[in-house]
T-cell receptor, first 113, second 114 residues
Framework: AQSVTQPDIHITVSEGASLELRCNYS??????LFWYVQSPGQGLQLLLK??????LVQGIKGFEAEFKRSQSSFNLRKPSVHWSDAAEYFC???????????FGTGTRLQVFP | DAGVIQSPRHEVTEMGQEVTLRCKPI?????LFWYRQTMMRGLELLIY????????DSGMPEDRFSAKMPNASFSTLKIQPSEPRDSAVYFC????????????FGSGTRLTVV
């Protein structure tokens, strides 16, 4: 079955530290991959997406993600976290010829000063 | 553009009552999606429409849930009768055919059934 997994439910980092949030997907075909961010009480906002081509994708707010086919992964990274990055982050996947996104369960990021 | 507009932002109702959630997608968007978010199950796709036609309602939990899209600018999600386990945040999102995965989400409706 098609699925996407975010193994880390909650991550805490210090402001200025680097960040990596993990995402893995199932199913053999190459999917379309996305990262969304949700601030408290808000809807989800698209950070970045990967369809094809360069496997390192740049997004908004200084985030980037790398698609690794061999590991079925699409991890989100940021070299230096700011307190305003505290939020919940969702990885999402869509497979070719489907219209819908399947979301992971999310990773809550907490940032300490 | 005002974005995807959902109403109400918060709804508290008693078990057994009918609840109607509303969504106005972005003008020109062809797709409309209804998601439910809970701590236990995360974000679940309930149903989505393309050009006002329901395409996939396999995520609708049971017959108590129904969704309509009478025109391109309005959709409703109705729960009748409501139960405490329906308490969740319900999100509407829309996208256009040329960027079908470029969802714009509304701010959600927080439903509490007591």
């Amino acid at each position: 079955a098609q699925s996407v997994t975010q193994p880390d439910i909650h991550i805490t980092v210090s402001e200025g530290a680097s960040l990596e949030l993990r995402c893995n997907y199932s199913y053999g075909a190459t999917p379309y991959l996305f990262w969304y961010v949700q601030s408290p009480g808000q809807g989800l906002q698209l950070l970045l997406k990967y369809f094809s081509g360069d496997t390192l994708v740049q997004g908004i707010k200084g985030f980037e993600a790398e698609f690794k086919r061999s590991q079925s992964s699409f991890n989100l990274r940021k070299p230096s976290v700011h307190w305003s990055d505290a939020a919940e982050y969702f990885c999402a996947v869509a497979w070719y010829n489907t219209d819908k996104l399947i979301f992971g369960t999310g990773t809550r990021l907490q940032v300490f000063p | 553009d005002a974005g995807v507009i959902q109403s109400p932002r918060h709804e508290v109702t008693e078990m057994g009552q009918e609840v109607t959630l509303r969504c106005k997608p972005i003008s020109g968007h062809d797709y409309l999606f209804w998601y439910r978010q809970t701590m236990m199950r995360g974000l679940e796709l309930l149903i989505y429409f393309n050009n006002n036609v329901p395409i996939d309602d396999s995520g609708m939990p049971e017959d108590r849930f129904s969704a309509k899209m009478p025109n391109a600018s309005f959709s409703t999600l109705k729960i009748q009768p409501s139960e405490p386990r329906d308490s969740a945040v319900y999100f509407c999102a829309s996208s256009q055919v040329l960027d079908v995965y470029g969802y714009t989400f509304g701010s959600g409706t927080r439903l509490t059934v007591v």
